[in-house]
């Protein structure tokens, strides 16, 4: 009886450190899901503003591109958030449109190195909110140095958060 319950309690101990690596595993994949479908929007947003010199309003209209006669699909579908899983994007906006998109999660990344040279500035985030997946207009102009990319300074910070 007693061996039963020693080996019960070993087969407990083992499930939950594979449970712990499993989580780990999980939230690696989200990360990478994260940096694809953020990619995606990110794309799409540039090829909306090179066939149009204009961005779009609304995600829909980067599914659904109605200015030429023939609509172009910049974007498959509204993709979810893999971090959240929802399609709860945050836009970010200017006066003419949307030029980029984030996540809502204030999860903490693991990731912290080796992002596509784009992405380098994520490796500074404390958030998957700072994973700002941006298209940096011509008009933006250069970034300053430490600043997200393309992001005029007073879009720097979200409203309500102190910079980081």
Do not use: C
């Not at 700072?130 to 979200?158: C, H, V």
Request: glycine share 8%; hydrophobic share 40%.
């Amino acid at each position: 009886m007693l061996t039963l319950l020693i080996a019960l309690t070993l087969a407990s101990i083992a499930l939950l450190a594979g449970m712990d690596v499993w989580a780990l595993q999980r939230r690696r994949q989200q990360e990478d899901a994260l940096l694809f479908v953020g990619n995606q929007y990110r794309q799409a947003i540039e090829r909306y503003y090179l066939v149009g010199r204009s961005l779009p309003m609304s995600i829909d209209d980067l599914i659904d591109d109605k200015r030429f006669p023939v609509p172009m699909h910049h974007l498959r579908r509204a993709y979810p958030d893999p971090i959240t899983g929802r399609n709860d994007w945050e836009l970010l906006r200017d006066g003419t449109g949307i030029y980029g998109i984030h996540s809502r999660s204030d999860g903490v990344p693991i990731k912290h190195a080796n992002f596509p040279r784009r992405y380098a500035f994520f490796s500074n985030a404390q958030t998957y909110a700072d994973w700002a997946f941006i298209y940096p207009m011509p008009s933006m102009g250069r970034p300053a140095a430490g600043s997200l990319p393309g992001l005029p300074p007073r879009l720097t910070t979200k409203p309500g958060r102190s910079a980081r």
